[in-house]
């Protein structure tokens, strides 16, 4: 009953999913990928921050009590801001490289290494305001909105929180120093940090969970789905069934002219049948002329017992033969001794002799 209605009840195939992948529909967090490249920025911040915040210390101090009078010229102040520039770029290019390196790898392990140039390709849907306005109210939207809304509070309570934990070292900052008060804010800062991207890694990874299970879902097929993949994969099922039909007619109508030309037909008894010709004035080696199995193996029985032919049961020797040579080929050498014995029979069941040559 749920198939008459066409419901999506089957796993995807692989051709199915190899086909949204070029498509570009792999499950996909980006709040995963957020989560990620905060913490990796603020660990590139406790490893690598060391510099910039001692540039950061240097700059003010030049900044509030060193700053000469003669800085303010034009041309000493252009001079003095492409140095202070360099030194900006040599401490705050490392953590930048360390953020791209976590936001590559992030999003590399979640869909794989993925080349899509017909992404690039220009499509009024995308700035189409009507689709626009229906991607903005539509379902998945409403959701992804809730859950922004949802991490938002997450993020406050996280936040008040770790706050509430440092309420008496933040009641005592009025009589500390200035360069205490610096350092304990960086450090509460710093950690609140922390404790903000853990709690929004723990979410984005149900966030993955989810995109997950969604796409396995979106994914999934009718059986009128799977019927007409398997027609684009193999061909329609009546075409290939008459295909096998005329193929398997010519390989009868072959048969009907090769096996009456045969010297003998050796059996496996009922499965294999392979008719041998050889003629001891022209022929150097038994030639295989015919073979088959099954259907075929019974129409070379019967054409041989139409036709007088002897038939010789020797399974192993069917088997090999039937392996091993191809129609209109002789018979390997390893098989000469077993074949003669078998030709020796049938000649002397016809009263004449047989002294193969090799």
């Known amino acids: 009953m749920a198939e008459q209605f066409g419901d999506k009840q089957y796993d995807a195939t692989p051709h199915r999913r190899q086909k949204a992948r070029e498509e570009g529909h792999v499950p996909r967090s980006q709040d995963l990928a957020s989560a990620v490249v905060l913490a990796g920025a603020l660990a590139a911040l406790m490893f690598l921050g060391r510099g910039l915040f001692e540039f950061l210390g240097r700059l003010a101090v030049y900044s509030w009590s060193e700053l000469p009078d003669h800085a303010l010229d034009p041309a000493s102040f252009s001079a003095r801001a492409i140095v202070i520039g360099g030194e900006l770029a040599a401490v705050v290019l490392p953590l930048l490289a360390a953020m791209v390196i976590v936001a590559v ?9 993925l080349f899509l140039p017909q992404k690039l390709t220009f499509d009024l849907n995308h700035i189409n305001p009507l689709s626009g306005m229906r991607r903005l109210f539509s379902l998945p ?17 996280v936040a008040g929180l770790s706050l509430w934990g440092q309420l008496d070292p933040i009641l005592a900052l009025p009589g500390r120093s200035v360069a205490e008060i610096a350092v304990f804010l960086a450090e509460i800062v710093l950690w609140t940090s922390i404790k903000i991207a853990a709690a929004l890694a723990v979410l984005a ?13 979106d994914l999934k097929m009718t059986h009128q789905e799977i019927q007409e993949e398997m027609k684009t994969l193999q061909g329609d099922p009546q075409i290939i069934a008459r295909r096998r039909a005329v ?3 010519l390989a009868l109508n072959r048969l009907s002219s090769q096996v009456p030309e045969a010297t003998a037909v050796v059996t496996n008894p009922t499965e294999l049948a392979i008719a041998l010709k050889y003629d ?3 022929m150097v080696a038994p030639v295989v002329v015919a073979k088959g199995a099954g259907v075929l193996a019974q129409r070379i029985r019967r054409l041989a017992l139409e036709n007088g032919i002897p038939i010789v049961e020797r399974k192993e020797l069917a088997r090999v033969l039937y392996k091993e040579t191809d129609i209109g080929k ?7 001794a077993a074949v003669a014995e078998v030709l020796r029979y049938v000649y002397r069941l016809q009263g004449r002799t047989i002294a193969p040559r090799r």
């Open 105 to 113: 790898v992030v999003n590399l392990a979640q869909t794989g290494f």
């Open 141 to 157: 939207s409403a959701a992804r909105f809730g859950f922004g809304l949802f991490k938002v509070a997450v993020v406050g309570v």
């Open 205 to 217: 990874m149900l966030d993955y969970l989810l995109q997950r299970w969604k796409h396995e879902q």
């Open 247 to 249: 193929q398997r007619q």
């Open 280 to 282: 001891l004035d022209t």
């Open 330 to 336: 002789a018979i390997p050498n390893e098989q000469f």
